[in-house]
């Protein structure tokens, strides 16, 4: 009975547009092969990550099938889409806000939530306050174990100051 | 005398029998002790070690953490291998969180995860893993 008096989700039927795949895909690359990202953890595709720490040897350069590709880059976009629907249900994001937080949400699953719930009260500013926070990462060594301290990360910079623009305009 | 210094021992040994079989339960108040490590990507150092000290309260649909009151849908506590909740859900591994490979975990969605750690627990904020011990049931 309790769920009768639930308030609808604003966002719930949101998907992730064309123009924001396109723009997600810019901003975490894409390649054919294992290859180490930034932070030093082995990665493929879309930004799709194999494991923390290092490609193995075997690993490093070897090829990914475009269907592995897609197969990994469809499950990352559907989990950050429920990222913020669950995140943001009591107001509705504009198309353009929903995809910047797609991209995020992609990028950082673990702290979307977080970072996207003062929308629910129409604070925008928050929202882009709190994404633009996400920009220091954590290099890991062969064993992966993170390696020295934080590092600011320019291209997450920009990344972020993408993705927070559309909750800095006016309504 | 010796009678009753066996006696008293003898309770206290039940005490900490007692002790060390009661089930582990997540909920309740916990105090956060010390940043354990990162995901891939994070917000800077200084907001993350601002949360030490703080409380966070596990109720049956709220996860409080600081002044960050989430409301879980659905609570639910299973015994379940970290690796691939933590590479999936944090981008990060068994040795950044500093949780077993395996434990009791419970899945407060969608405010995220809640990890076994011996007596204490481990959850994730703002890219910063944190380890935490019980204040109160």
């Given amino acids: 009975m309790a769920t009768a008096n639930r308030r609808p989700n604003l966002n719930g039927t949101r998907r992730l547009s064309s123009a924001g795949l396109l723009s997600l895909q810019r901003n975490e690359g894409f390649r054919r092969t294992y290859y180490n990202d930034t932070a030093n953890n082995c990665t493929y595709g879309v930004g799709t990550l194999a494991h923390m720490g290092l490609c193995t040897n075997d690993e490093l350069g070897h090829p990914v099938s475009d269907r592995l590709i897609q197969i990994a880059l469809a499950r990352g976009v559907r989990q950050a889409e429920q990222v913020v629907q669950r995140a943001v249900t009591d107001h509705e994001l504009t198309q353009d806000q929903f995809d910047a937080a797609v991209s995020f949400a992609y990028n950082v699953p673990g702290g979307a939530h977080r970072a996207l719930s003062p929308a629910n009260t129409g604070d925008m500013a928050g929202v882009a306050r709190n994404m633009n926070r996400y920009i220091y990462e954590h290099p890991h060594d062969a064993q992966g174990r993170v390696s020295g301290p934080p590092r600011l990360n320019a291209g997450l910079l920009n990344r972020r100051r993408a993705e927070s623009a559309p909750f800095r305009v006016a309504p | ?137």
């Fill in chain 2, 1 to 137: 005398m010796r009678r009753g210094l066996l006696a008293l021992c003898m309770v206290a040994a039940a005490a900490g029998a007692n002790a060390a079989s009661e089930p582990f339960s997540f909920y309740g108040t916990w105090k956060v002790d010390k940043l354990v490590g990162y995901s891939e990507i994070s917000v800077g150092e200084d907001q993350l070690r601002g949360l030490i000290g703080k409380q966070i309260v596990i109720g049956k649909n709220s996860l409080k953490v600081g002044d960050d009151d989430c409301k879980a849908d659905n609570m639910r506590a299973a015994t379940r291998a970290t690796a691939p909740i933590l590479l999936r859900e944090y981008k990060a591994g068994v040795k950044d969180a500093g949780v077993p490979a395996r434990t009791l975990v419970l899945d407060a969605d969608p405010c995220g995860y809640v990890f076994r750690a011996g007596r204490e627990i481990v959850f994730s904020q703002d890219g910063g893993f944190y380890r935490a011990s019980r204040v109160k049931p």
